[in-house]
């Protein structure tokens, strides 16, 4: 069965740095979100991407954030300058129409 | 502003137990909704997925239904097995798409 898949599994960074997280939505899907899991919080929405463009995003997702789909496969979250609060699962979904979001395995982000 | 809650927010029962988890939404206007499982740790598999003109959805021994005016879902799982256990996460979409989720219901199902 397809699935989202998600590189890598766990970050650790230092405060300050870019990070990159990877994925890869199931390959027929069209639109593509990522949302962030604080410990012992509630999962929250980031954004979501469709046709190339950013469609909804939210008030986490400030200019420290950008999303991008540099090929046909993947789709990236970067933050560009890693803050503490940013430690967190962050997770990639992906749906073939505007419901049914799928997720991935999550990358843990540990900022020191 | 949607708001989405679930209780309890952690439960414990024996195995052969059938069990109902609540979830609540303060904004009717709907799209779906989906219920979700998360193991510690792990990413979201989703269970079930009842869209807005439904009333509810059927998988194995879950049951969801959906009542959108009065802003609640509930989650039927019918003789609970030690492997149910798990955090189970409520979501809610309306016109966008994004998911809104509740904080969860833990559950514990002992032998």
């Known amino acids: 069965e397809p699935e989202v898949t998600q590189t890598p599994s766990h970050q650790v960074t230092q405060m300050g740095q870019e990070v990159i997280l990877r994925c890869v939505p199931i390959?027929?899907?069209?639109?593509f979100y990522w949302y962030r899991q604080i410990l012992g919080q509630k999962v929250e929405f980031l954004v979501s991407f469709y046709n190339n463009e950013i469609s909804e995003k939210s008030e986490i997702f400030d200019d420290q954030f950008s999303v991008e789909r540099p090929d046909g496969s993947n789709f990236t979250l970067k933050i560009r300058s890693t803050k503490l609060e940013d430690s967190a699962m962050y997770f990639c979904?992906?749906?073939?129409?505007?419901?049914?979001?799928?997720f991935g395995p999550g990358t843990r982000l540990t900022v020191t | 502003k949607q708001e989405v809650t679930q209780i309890p927010a952690a439960l414990s029962v024996p195995e052969g137990e059938n069990l109902v988890l609540n979830c609540s939404f303060t904004d009717s206007a709907i799209y779906n909704l989906q219920w979700f499982r998360q193991d510690p740790g792990k990413g979201l598999t989703s269970l079930l997925l009842i869209q807005s003109s439904q009333r509810e959805q059927t998988s194995g021994r879950l049951n969801a239904s959906l009542d959108k005016s009065s802003g609640r879902s509930t989650l039927y799982i019918a003789a609970s097995q030690p492997g149910d256990s798990a955090t189970y996460l409520c979501?809610?979409?309306?016109?966008?798409?994004?998911?809104?989720f509740g904080t969860g219901t833990r559950l514990q199902v002992t032998l």
């Open positions: 979904a992906s749906s073939e129409v505007r419901i049914g979001q799928y």
């Open positions: 390959s027929n899907h069209l639109y």
């Open positions: 979501a809610v979409s309306g016109t966008a798409s994004k998911l809104t």
